[in-house]
């Protein structure tokens, strides 16, 4: 019991934290810390429809918490997630709209295969190079975002179109695709594409626990060079990581276009791939502790956004402050440990 | 026993005199407030800085704040999702007005007027049709027809430049009535296209708009209309350098790069949104579309100190004729929307 509420601890002082500090410092200009917090929780959690937009948000970070989580696992960074998510949400939007005739329950369940199809191509190609060639993951993953989101412009703008529309868009998927929202969140877009992440999390903790690939992973992750004298395929577990981590992420972009939108469109991310790299440190590479992070970075993007509207002199800036203070008190590994030694 | 029944009713009229007097502060809160007019505006994720759209339409939000005493919020979205709550927020406390800015939040508005069908909406920019929404939209091709009859008029290689931002309709409905006042004024005037992109990226790239009008200009062109956003400062910079003429947008940007700029095209956000804000105020709050124009000057184009010395007096009058020309129905300029 002790053991668990230890490995609590830190998580929870991060964040107490980096809260603390950024409502000190959203404080100083002029309104003051209590306001601002209950602000915060209101926005978040004050109705059912604001609490539906913070899980709408969260579902996504789900995915690309546990695409970096899976990476990390193995010992890879994968910083690719934001471009895997974004050719995955146009994969399921030109399925929807090229095949308009799938009869419905197979129509979703094909765009979320697609989707995690495209986000695996795109895993793969940076698994490969680093399995084969020795190319380091970081580099090649953080470039290929930028191609993917070169991809999906070409895709967007001169493939699937929406015809009259100011906005960079494509058309709509045929309506069999849709994933409809759940009438207790208000009109806010939670669907059943929030339990599709849990699912996820679920399954990934099984491959870890269950299966040998899994174990042959973690072991790669824990010591490359154990893993190989051990009999291991470094380079296929390499590979089988960044192929997961790839589809997992590009599934997060499933809420958007078969609940939300019903489209793509351009830019629709507020940057779910990188705060995915957050919700992987946050929550400690576990699953539980993966959904518990991505709740609260879910609940701090939908927080922040009445912020400016609740407070008198509060921003969006200071909000983003606010919550890059919470990632950096959260990945101030140093600063725990230092605290351990000294205290604990 | 009796110090603590003493106690209690010494609690309980206590209690009562509270009661009464949150009863009394709530309601002359409500008399406060039930005075004040209260706007709502989000704007989009250009942000209240960029200079130009969002800009003019803060611009009139604070014009309307100094001048009729209204309170309210400016808020700037932080991404796409983010319009309808904002949106629904400020219908569901105590805003009496709620302006959306940019044609980004058009479904959002479409929605949320549908769902507070008491509460008054504006969208600039969009048509959406609702009995509680009002839809500003600019007549951008009567401006863009003047400024590319001036630049026809005082060029003196008959090239002219045009640099739009992200191409779309209505940046194509800017070229199409620059390119007609242009060949109204010279039928064999030379206008040279270009965009920035096709992306949202487009209108934030001073760095391309700065290579395509220096393409331009080498080509020939003496004179362009950068109708690109924040990409236009990169037209600006051209123009300093290869010492030409550059036609601004949306504000008046003739201050900008004073001895450079011809003109500005102005699409007066802030007029709109000021009278708009008037109307609801006084209880005149009507919903369908709204047009601005030359004739109820939501379009117009700059002149100011800083271009008075590069526009002859000639072609000077020559505008004012061709504006009085537009505005009486007797020039018909083509407009791209109706095309389609």
Same mark, same amino acid.
């Given at each position: 019991m002790s053991g668990i509420l230890k490995r609590l601890l830190q998580p929870f002082l991060a964040v107490a934290l980096g809260l603390a500090l950024g409502l000190g410092i959203a404080a100083l200009g002029g309104d003051s810390a209590w306001v601002i917090l209950k602000a915060l929780l209101n926005s978040a959690f004050g109705s059912r429809y604001d609490f539906g937009m913070t899980l709408f948000y969260s579902a996504p970070l789900v995915l690309t918490g546990l695409s970096v989580a899976m990476g990390l696992e193995a010992g890879l960074f994968n910083i690719g997630a934001e471009g895997q998510m974004g050719l995955g949400a146009l994969a399921a939007a030109a399925v929807g709209i090229g095949f308009p005739g799938v009869p419905w329950p197979l129509a979703p369940a094909l765009a979320v295969f697609a989707a995690f199809l495209a986000g695996a191509t795109w895993g793969a190609i940076p698994g490969w190079l680093r399995a084969k060639r020795g190319s380091h993951e970081v580099i090649i993953t953080i470039m290929m975002n930028f191609i993917a989101a070169g991809v999906a412009s070409y895709f967007t703008l001169y493939v699937f179109k929406a015809p009259h529309s100011q906005n960079s868009e494509t058309s709509s998927v045929a309506a069999a695709y849709l994933i409809h929202p759940f009438a207790f969140f208000m009109d806010a877009p939670v669907s059943a594409a929030l339990l599709l992440s849990l699912v996820i999390a679920g399954g990934t903790a099984l491959f870890f626990r269950r299966t040998v690939a899994g174990y042959e992973l973690r072991a790669v992750g824990a010591n490359e060079m154990a893993a190989r004298f051990a009999g291991i395929d470094v380079g296929r577990s390499q590979l089988l990581a960044l192929t997961f981590a790839g589809g997992i992420a590009g599934l997060a972009g499933i809420p958007e276009v078969l609940s939300a939108s019903g489209r793509f469109r351009m830019g629709f991310s507020p940057g779910y791939g990188f705060m995915g790299i957050a919700v992987a440190l946050l929550g400690r590479r576990r699953a539980m502790g993966i959904i518990a992070a991505a709740l609260l970075f879910g609940a701090l993007q939908k927080g922040t956004a009445y912020l400016e509207l609740d407070t008198q002199h509060v921003t969006r800036d200071l909000s983003q402050i606010l919550q890059a203070l919470v990632i950096l008190s959260v990945s101030a590994d140093g600063l725990w440990r230092w605290l351990k030694n000294d205290r604990l | 026993m009796t110090r603590i029944n003493q106690l209690k009713a010494a609690g309980r009229v206590l209690g009562l005199f509270a009661l009464v007097l949150a009863l009394l502060g709530a309601l002359a809160g409500k008399c406060v407030y039930a005075s004040e007019f209260k706007v709502g505006m989000v704007l989009d994720k250009g942000g209240k800085e960029d200079k130009s759209f969002n800009n003019a339409a803060y611009d009139g939000f604070k014009h309307a704040k100094a001048e009729l005493k209204i309170t309210g919020k400016v808020i700037e979205a932080s991404d796409d999702n983010s319009y309808e709550p904002l949106l629904r927020a400020m219908a569901s406390r105590d805003f009496d007005l709620i302006i959306a800015i940019g044609f980004a939040q058009a479904e959002a508005v479409k929605r949320v007027s549908k769902a507070y069908p008491s509460k008054h909406f504006v969208i600039v920019d969009a048509e959406v049709e609702a009995p509680n929404v009002r839809t500003l939209m600019f007549r951008e091709h009567e401006g863009s027809f003047l400024v590319g009859a001036l630049a026809a008029l005082v060029s003196h290689t008959g090239k002219i430049g045009f640099i739009g931002g992200m191409d779309g309709p209505l940046i194509r409905r800017f070229e199409m009535g620059y390119i007609a006042?242009?060949?109204?004024?010279?039928?064999?005037?030379?206008?040279?296209?270009?965009?920035?992109?096709?992306?949202?990226?487009?209108?934030?790239?001073?760095?391309?708009?700065?290579?395509?009008?220096?393409?331009?200009?080498?080509?020939?062109? $003496?004179?362009?209309? /950068?109708?690109?956003?924040? +990409?236009?400062?990169?037209?600006? $910079?051209?123009?300093?350098?290869?010492?030409?003429?550059?036609?601004?947008?949306? +504000?008046?940007?003739?201050?900008?790069?004073?001895?450079?700029?011809? =003109?500005?095209?102005?699409?007066?956000? &802030?007029?709109?949104?000021? $009278? =708009?804000?008037?109307?609801?105020? +006084?209880?005149?709050?009507? /919903? /369908?579309?709204?047009?601005?124009?030359?004739?109820? +000057?939501?379009?117009?184009? *700059?002149?100011?100190?800083?271009?008075? *010395?590069?526009?002859?007096?000639? *072609?000077?009058?020559?505008?004012?004729?061709?504006?009085?020309?537009?505005? &009486?129905?007797?020039?018909?300029?083509? &407009?791209?929307?109706?095309?389609?």
């Open positions: - | 006042g242009a060949k109204y004024i010279n039928p064999r005037v030379k206008v040279i296209s270009n965009f920035v992109g096709v992306s949202v990226d487009a209108w934030n790239n001073p760095a391309k708009g700065k290579e395509l009008a220096i393409a331009q200009y080498s080509e020939g062109g $003496d004179i362009i209309f /950068g109708a690109a956003g924040a +990409s236009g400062n990169g037209v600006f $910079d051209a123009a300093e350098e290869e010492g030409r003429l550059v036609i601004g947008v949306d +504000s008046n940007q003739n201050w900008v790069k004073p001895g450079h700029v011809l =003109t500005s095209m102005l699409k007066r956000v &802030d007029v709109a949104v000021f $009278d =708009t804000i008037r109307a609801a105020q +006084s209880g005149q709050f009507a /919903g /369908g579309i709204f047009y601005y124009g030359l004739a109820n +000057s939501g379009i117009d184009y *700059a002149m100011d100190q800083y271009n008075e *010395a590069l526009v002859p007096k000639a *072609a000077r009058a020559r505008i004012e004729e061709l504006k009085k020309a537009i505005i &009486d129905g007797k020039i018909r300029v083509p &407009d791209y929307y109706e095309k389609k």
